[in-house]
């Protein structure tokens, strides 16, 4: 079965680190692509990142290109989000999901499934 796992979240002050991850299983991520969500309360589940092995390639939102990289291992089957420089309203429960066109983007939330359970990220001010 397909299966992604979360983790990494945290509380953390603003300006901070933290790095999550997404342990794949039941595929390669030669298989599908990878994104990673996020959805504070209230608010709806948006796009932050994907990462296409199809196409070699990694997509950011606008809010956090450039404070945010996402990156794989293949040996782990394992795909990272170091997220730097964060600010507090980058709090949200993060998730990753798989797109199993292999594409990435868009960062439509309908494209993608298999979902975790997430990781909750704090940023105090």
């Known amino acids: 079965d397909v299966q992604l796992v979360e983790s990494g979240g945290g509380l953390v002050q603003a300006g901070g680190s933290l790095r999550l991850s997404c342990a794949a299983s039941?595929?390669?991520?030669?298989?599908?692509?990878i994104g990673w969500f996020r959805q504070a309360p209230g608010k709806v589940r948006e796009g932050v990142s994907s990462?296409?092995?199809?196409?070699?390639?990694?997509y950011y939102s606008d809010s956090v290109k450039g404070r945010f990289t996402i990156s794989s291992n293949n040996a782990k089957n394992t795909v990272y989000l170091q997220m730097n420089d964060l600010k507090p309203e980058d709090t949200a429960v993060y998730y990753c999901?798989?797109?199993?066109?292999?594409?990435?983007?868009?960062?439509?939330?309908?494209?993608?499934?298999?979902w975790g359970q997430g990781t909750q990220v704090t940023v105090s001010s």
């Open positions: 039941g595929f390669t991520l030669d298989d599908y692509a």
């Open positions: 990462i296409s092995a199809r196409t070699d390639s990694t």
């Open positions: 999901a798989t797109d199993i066109t292999g594409w990435g983007e868009p960062l439509y939330t309908s494209r993608f499934d298999n």
